[in-house]
T-cell receptor
Framework: GENVEQHPSTLSVQEGDSAVIKCTYS??????FPWYKQELGKRPQLIIDIRSNVGEKKDQRIAVTLNKTAKHFSLHITETQPEDSAVYFC????????????FGKGTHLIIQP | GAVVSQHPSRVICKSGTSVKIECRSLDFQATTMFWYRQFPKQSLMLMAT?????????EQGVEKDKFLINHASLTLSTLTVTSAHPEDSSFYIC????????????FGPGTRLTVT
């Protein structure tokens, strides 16, 4: 089955700086790679996703890059703000997003004021 | 966007009893739904795929006789935790893929199960 590795487990950055979280996956059949932000006791909130026919996607301060050959994808957050503090999960799935998701272990992002 | 609900949001049950959790897609039909479990400070783990009108498929290591899944209609899947034990205490979340321009998973708000 699919295996998703996520690093780092904790990331502390100064407000206004950039944050990068990296994930690798093992199953070449995976073709959908979402990123979620989760606050304590809440459901995961989709912040951005990318499909395997695209190498990069950007939405305001958030961007995701995908390297299919190396089987890794990364989340980039620029101009970080205190409200960006949360746990972030990467995930991978096949079926263009119709299949069940395999999640990374999560990154606790801390924005230092 | 599409909406998925779960009921109850919190439940406390005694060891040895069973508890049922409902997952509903409110404004779209879902032939497939997924059930995840999340222990405190851990990631979400896919437990099983719920298939409307057929048997659920379980991930490796998940006991199908303990976690009974029924997907009786295109908008409802239920997860029953049978003979619950304290180690079953967890956050259970369902999701359903909705087709827009492309698939996206919509998550329910989760159910916090505490077994005493």
């Amino acid at each position: 089955g699919e295996n998703v590795e996520q690093h780092p487990s904790t990331l502390s950055v100064q407000e206004g700086d950039s944050a990068v979280i990296k994930c690798t996956y093992s199953d070449s059949a995976s073709n959908y790679f979402p990123w979620y932000k989760q606050e304590l006791g809440k459901r995961p909130q989709l912040i951005i996703d990318i499909r395997s026919n695209v190498g990069e996607k950007k939405d305001q301060r958030i961007a995701v890059t995908l390297n299919k050959t190396a089987k890794h994808f990364s989340l980039h957050i620029t101009e970080t703000q205190p409200e960006d503090s949360a746990v972030y999960f990467c995930a991978a799935a096949g079926g263009g997003g119709a299949d069940g998701l395999t999640f990374g272990k999560g990154t606790h992002l801390i924005i230092q004021p | 966007g599409a909406v998925v609900s779960q009921h109850p949001s919190r439940v406390i049950c005694k060891s040895g009893t069973s508890v049922k959790i409902e997952c509903r897609s409110l404004d779209f039909q879902a032939t497939t739904m997924f059930w995840y479990r999340q222990f405190p400070k851990q990631s979400l783990m896919l437990m099983a795929t719920s298939n409307e009108g057929s048997k659920a498929t379980y991930e490796q290591g998940v006991e199908k006789d303990k976690f009974l899944i029924n997907h009786a209609s295109l908008t409802l899947s239920t997860l029953t935790v049978t003979s619950a034990h304290p180690e079953d205490s967890s956050f259970y979340i369902c999701s359903a893929p909705s087709i827009g321009i492309s698939y996206e998973q919509y998550f329910g708000p989760g159910t916090r199960l505490t077994v005493t």
